[in-house]
């Protein structure tokens, strides 16, 4: 019985993906900057460190707007959803111009 040769090319598999180019790893110098400047110096320090403040009273915190009515707090429940839905819908007309933008681009 003789040895028959074995087609292997269907065992590959899909080729590996291929990096993307260079420039879009620019922005990794300019977080490392920001992180260094926003992390805490001193790592050695608990994260845990316990103070000895006395606990907030109530009477201590300023809530101005504690005393709002309900109905008050719904109307500017209101107009802040109004106020988001404005915002996504410029938002919705912005990522339609940069389609439009796009595809007479390509």
């Given amino acids: 019985m003789a040895l028959v040769p074995v087609d292997t090319s269907a065992l590959a598999g899909p080729?590996?993906?291929?990096f993307p180019p260079p420039e879009t790893f620019d922005f990794i110098p300019q977080t490392y900057d920001l992180l260094v400047r926003l992390l805490p110096q001193n790592a050695?320090?608990?994260?845990?460190t316990q103070t000895?403040?006395?606990?907030?009273?109530p009477k201590d915190v300023d809530?101005?707007?504690i005393t709002r009515s309900i109905q008050q707090q719904e109307e500017e429940m209101k107009a802040l959803e109004e106020k988001i839905r404005k915002q996504r819908e410029v938002l919705g007309r912005?990522?339609?111009?940069k389609a439009v933008k796009d595809a007479k681009g390509q």
């Fill in 63 to 65: 809530a101005e707007d």
């Fill in 94 to 97: 912005i990522r339609e111009l």
């Fill in 52 to 57: 000895n403040l006395p606990p907030i009273e």
């Fill in 15 to 18: 080729h590996p993906p291929t």
């Fill in 44 to 48: 050695s320090t608990s994260p845990h």
